[in-house]
T-cell receptor
Framework: KAGVTQTPRYLIKTRGQQVTLSCSPI?????VSWYQQTPGQGLQFLFE???????NKGNFPGRFSGRQFSNSRSEMNVSTLELGDSALYLC?????????????FGQGTRLTVV | DAKTTQPPSMDCAEGRAANLPCNHS???????VYWYRQIHSQGPQYIIH?????ETNEMASLIITEDRKSSTLILPHATLRDTAVYYC??????????????WGLGTSLAVNP
């Protein structure tokens, strides 16, 4: 079974641009979560989607948005990029939204804003 | 929100057991303890999770104290490939009944030859 796939693996963008990151979950998984990881902050939760609905949202500005498609694939978008948005963006999928369900992570997208 | 406290770094000799502690003194009755690890620049890898009872799988054992305020992840025979940052996480529901995961900064485990 294929794991979680994130594309692209690396991105370099300029301040003020926008970016879209993609995540394909494990087949059959309907929950997708997104995280931002920076050296000083660790993993910060962005949002979680389940069956095309946003179920939970972290404390990020409105420039960060996401969506989930009917095939469970998810995208996140960051508009008006800032230097501080440079980070590793991780996607995780799980089969449900229950507490007793492990999440599997992709390799991440490394975004650099210059 | 229940959060976790872990030592920032630990060392272990190859072939020995690595015991990684985690404090979660504010954990609620229905919250699970999860362990993940992250090897440099890769996505976190699931290791094990538990609620009350001790758990064991092919990767590790999880020992949860009776009062559930702390736990220990045990890697029985550490190898060089176990060098990674290990995260202990509490997973529960927030006020909106949605699942929440709070990550700390983890323990950087160095396995030495």
């Amino acid at each position: 079974k294929a794991g979680v796939t994130q594309t692209p693996r690396y991105l370099i963008k300029t301040r003020g641009q926008q970016v879209t990151l993609s995540c394909s979950p494990i087949s059959g998984h309907r929950s997708v979560s997104w995280y931002q990881q920076t050296p000083g902050q660790g993993l910060q939760f962005l949002f979680e989607y389940f069956s095309e609905t946003q179920r939970n949202k972290g404390n990020f500005p409105g420039r960060f948005s996401g969506r989930q498609f009917s095939n469970s694939r998810s995208e996140m978008n960051v508009s008006t990029l800032e230097l501080g948005d440079s980070a590793l963006y991780l996607c995780a999928s799980s089969s449900s939204t229950g507490l007793d369900t492990e999440a599997f992570f992709g390799q991440g997208t490394r975004l650099t804003v210059v | 929100d229940a959060k976790t406290t872990q030592p920032p770094s630990m060392d272990c000799a190859e072939g020995r057991a690595a015991n990684l502690p985690c404090n979660h003194s504010t954990i609620s009755g229905n919250e699970y303890v999860y362990w993940y690890r992250q090897i440099h620049s890769q996505g976190p890898q699931y290791i094990i999770h538990g609620l009350k009872n001790n758990e064991t799988n092919e990767m590790a054992s999880l020992i949860i104290t009776e009062d559930r305020k702390s736990s220990t992840l045990i890697l029985p025979h550490a190898t060089l490939r176990d060098t990674a940052v290990y995260y202990c996480i509490v997973r529960g529901f927030n006020a909106g009944n949605n699942r929440k995961l709070i990550w700390g900064l983890g323990t950087s485990l160095a396995v030495n030859p």
